[in-house]
């Protein structure tokens, strides 16, 4: 498909535990944001990628949170020993230009 | 929210009803978008307007900008129920990371 993808559609963990998810963008796209909606907490960016530059890291909650993008492309955002209240939806979304962004179906995580 | 109110938070109509939702927001902007989202996973592009802008269409929505207020609104009229979803609306910030309101669910009935 010519959308954004992510995988796991759904993740269910245990607490301490750590976990990888992933999207890969629209073709082309080289901005590249990773957010999380949560119900207390409502829509968050987290991370966003630009190319080859540094990536802005500013949204990160905590330093068991890291993501990176392997050739421009494909982004991996990794939890370590997660927590309960890292349950949340994390998107992922990929923009040409600053118009628009491009949203994929999100990976819900539940942490028991 | 991290960018400001969204009211109603909840809105529940009739079918060929319109539904209008409104955004406040606390920083300048170039341009601020609504987003739509279904069930709670992947949202949707709808409408850009930029600073420049007051009103823009597109189909049956209509956005409204006042950038005195730092307020948005946007309006779908004669709504289906197919509009149920959650309506959020962004602006952005820097980086172009988008920063949220907190959104209204729109509930359309049959």
């Known amino acids: 498909g010519a959308g954004v993808s992510q995988s796991p559609s759904n993740k269910v963990t245990e607490k301490g535990k750590d976990v990888e998810l992933r999207c890969d963008p629209i073709?082309?796209?080289?901005?590249l944001y990773w957010y999380r909606q949560s119900l207390g907490q409502g829509l968050e960016f987290l991370i966003y990628?630009?190319?080859?530059?540094?990536?802005?890291k500013s949204g990160l909650p905590s330093d068991r949170f890291s993501a990176e993008r392997t050739g421009g492309s494909v982004s991996t955002l990794t939890i370590q020993r997660t927590q309960q209240e890292d349950s949340a939806v994390y998107l992922c979304?990929?923009?040409?230009?600053?118009?628009?962004?491009?949203f994929g179906p999100g990976t819900r995580l539940t942490v028991l | 929210s991290q960018q400001g109110e969204e009211d109603p938070q909840a809105l529940s109509i009739q079918e060929g009803e319109n539904a209008t939702m409104n955004c406040s927001y606390k920083?300048?902007?170039?341009?601020l978008q609504w987003y739509r989202q279904n069930s709670g996973r992947g949202l949707v592009h709808l409408i850009l307007?930029?600073?420049?802008?007051r009103e823009k269409h597109s189909g049956r929505l209509r956005v409204t900008l006042d950038t005195s207020k730092k307020s948005s609104s946007l309006l779908i009229t004669a709504s289906r129920a197919a509009d149920t979803a959650s309506y959020f609306c962004?602006?952005?910030?820097?980086?172009?990371?988008?920063?949220f309101g907190a959104g209204t669910r729109l509930a359309v009935h049959p």
């Open positions: 979304a990929s923009s040409a230009d600053i118009t628009r962004q491009f």
């Open positions: 073709s082309g796209h080289t901005a």
């Open positions: 990628f630009q190319g080859n530059s540094a990536p802005d």
């Open positions: 920083t300048s902007i170039n341009n």
């Open positions: 307007i930029r600073s420049n802008e």
């Open positions: 962004a602006t952005v910030g820097g980086y172009n990371k988008l920063i």
